[in-house]
């Protein structure tokens, strides 16, 4: 509902905030206000050389005063290409400032914005897990998108056009005042009936521009969830449900953008008619005035330009209202986004992590995603240096919470979680998950290469090791097939692998940057019974010489484990080896009677861990 907020006009604590994104870039600014300061001057300067041509040559009523009389000839014909020269002077200095104007405006705009987003960016990047089990991904998509062009129209060119546009309208009726105020007055009659229809359709545009900025957030969010799902979306036959529902949404987009163009249709021709209109009372009364002798024929003619370039920034304006309301509404949301404050923050003296054999220990640990719903009810164990340890229990046991608490994406509500008996929240987090390698249920693959997937950046990584990596988990023999190797481009999510390929990947991306302690998240959950030989393989090559947790639902994969923790409604209920949970028949023997009671003869040994 955020996007349906309208926002003010106008902002002062906003534009202030969005002025300095202009900051390092102050000259451009300064060079382009300059350029429109003159531009806007050379607005009064052509119908006063129309005046000159009518009054001094055309219909001759005095000659040129000085100093105009030192250079202009005394010969109309002359007199008339010398001031003919003047005006495309003032229109080739127009048109040139007119360019420098727009494009250090758009250049200063695209730095602003491309810094803006870097910023955004970063801010997720520096997010709470939290935060985005909170926002839905379209939404903060078009925060970075829909939202951030907005403020790109404003800055590159809403602000200095306003400028540029007040200040033409004051030079203009300056310019006029000093001609003739009957005139003035006269061509002024229908300012009353412009501001009205100014008024409506600023009210009708920024409804529909608020209907539209809503229905782009709505498709991108739709677009972004019915896309990455759109294997399940055709699995169950939902295409006409989901065609439906996009109709829907696209109609109101449709809509909306149909109002705004029927606003803009009738109000272009009302303020144009509304300019004929005053050209005919400046006619009637200049005429008048002109046949009495008491108004040069130039003088009309001068007015006639003049109420070209007094209507033409009034229709501006009104334009830019709209411009300036959509930023202003996108500012708000784009700054609310950013001065969200992350939960896990870095203490101010982070303590290192201690380096060495170290246990990892949980004391008494509570965790509620939300109020006292509590997830993982006063868990305490223990993980000595080097062990093996498992974790079984139903679905929503709070498994993956255990590991989302030892990574700190959540802080505990009570107790505490201690690496080396140093509490985790003393830590850097990002020096704390540095320890750590993780593998996870779904891995997930970026577009880039093979090589790039397993490395994620990580420079120090060097071919060799990469290659090991990859030999130790089983996949050196899948990539040599591959026609370009490592360099082997990767499609978005990994598209192309299968799921045990995807696995492997995952599980060379831990071993190449040789953590100290190795968590495994259901890593074998969605693969067939062959691969999951090879990646018993992997696990046990993983897990040899670190201190390894593995959360699974086959037991298969866990029976050497040196302890295995029972977890059941939140509660840690058993602990022990597989032999000894066996013996006392309880939860994890239940699990094992529904699982693998006859598979232990049946199945290959994976080899043991060192």
């Known amino acids: 509902m955020d996007e349906e907020v309208l926002g003010k006009a106008y902002d002062g604590r906003l534009m202030r905030r969005l002025l300095g994104y202009l900051r390092p870039y102050w000259a451009a600014v300064a060079l382009a206000l300059s350029a429109m300061l003159a531009l806007s001057g050379l607005q009064v300067v052509g119908p006063l050389l129309s005046k000159a041509a009518v009054d001094w040559y055309l219909v001759p009523v005095a000659r040129p005063p000085a ?19 003047l005006y495309l002077l003032v229109i080739a200095a127009g048109l040139a400032l007119g360019f420098a104007e727009a494009y250090l405006m758009q250049w200063t705009g695209q730095r602003a914005m491309f810094d803006l987003r870097r910023e955004l960016m970063e801010h997720l990047h520096r997010a709470d897990i939290a935060f985005f089990d909170r926002h839905p991904v379209g939404r903060l998509v078009t925060r970075v998108t829909t939202d951030v062009d907005a403020l790109n129209e404003l800055l590159a060119s809403g602000l200095v056009t306003i400028v540029g546009d007040l200040l033409a309208l004051s030079l203009v009726l300056l310019a006029m005042v000093q001609l003739s105020p009957g005139l003035t007055l006269a061509m002024l009659a229908v300012l009353p009936l412009i501001v009205g229809v100014t008024l409506l359709f600023r009210r009708q545009a920024t409804a529909s521009y608020r209907r539209i900025r809503a229905a782009i957030a709505r498709i991108n969010a739709f677009l972004q969830e019915h896309i990455h799902g759109m294997t399940v979306v055709q699995l169950f036959n939902r295409e006409a449900r989901s065609m439906e529902e996009f109709r829907r949404i696209n109609r109101d987009h449709m809509l909306a953008y149909k109002d705004a163009i029927t606003a803009y249709g009738w109000f272009y021709p009302a303020v144009e008619f509304l300019a004929v209109l005053s050209l005919a009372l400046m006619l009637a009364y200049g005429g008048y005035r002109v046949q009495s002798g008491g108004l040069t024929l130039g003088v009309l003619v001068a007015f006639f330009q003049y109420s070209m370039r007094f209507f033409r920034p009034i229709q501006d304006l009104s334009e830019k209202y709209n411009l300036l ?75 993956t919470t255990l590991v989302s608490l030892l990574l700190r994406f959540y802080d505990v509500q009570r107790g505490s979680i201690r690496i080396g008996g140093v509490d985790i929240r003393e830590f850097d987090p990002r020096e704390l998950r540095r320890q750590f390698g993780v593998v996870l249920q779904d ?32 996949l050196l023999e899948y990539i040599n097939s591959l026609p370009a190797g490592f360099a082997q481009p990767l499609r978005e999510r990994g598209d192309g692998l299968s799921t045990g390929q995807k696995q492997l990947v995952s599980f060379a ?30 696990i046990a090559r993983l897990t040899e010489g670190r201190t390894a947790i593995i959360i ?31 013996s006392q028949r309880g939860i994890y023997w239940r699990l094992y009677q529904l699982q693998y009671k006859d598979q232990e003869t049946r199945q290959p040994e994976a080899p043991s861990r060192a």
């Open 67 to 85: 100093p105009w009389n030192a250079w202009l000839s005394s010969d109309p014909h002359i007199g008339l290409a010398q001031i003919a020269l």
């Open 325 to 399: 309301q959509a930023a202003m509404a996108a500012a708000e949301r784009i700054f609310a986004l950013l001065d969200t404050r992350p939960g896990i923050l870095a203490p101010v003296a982070p303590r290192p992590v201690p380096g060495g054999p170290v246990p990892i220990e949980f004391d008494g640990v509570w965790f509620a995603y939300k109020d006292e719903d509590w997830v993982l009810r006063d868990v305490s164990f223990r993980i000595e240096p080097g062990q093996t340890v498992a974790v079984v229990g139903h679905t929503g046991a709070g498994k």
């Open 443 to 474: 891995p997930h693959l970026f577009s880039g290469t093979i090589g790039d997937n397993i490395r994620l950046g990580t420079e120090w990584i060097t071919e060799d090791e990469l290659v090991r990596a990859a030999e130790q988990v089983n």
């Open 509 to 538: 991306r831990a071993l190449a940057h040789n953590p100290r302690f190795l968590i495994l998240d259901e890593a074998t959950s969605s693969v067939d019974t062959e691969t999951e030989l090879r990646v018993r393989e992997a």
């Open 552 to 582: 699974a639902h086959r037991l298969s994969t866990i029976q050497r484990a040196d302890l295995i923790l029972v977890l059941h409604k939140g509660r840690l209920r058993e602990t022990g080896t597989h032999q000894q949970l066996l």
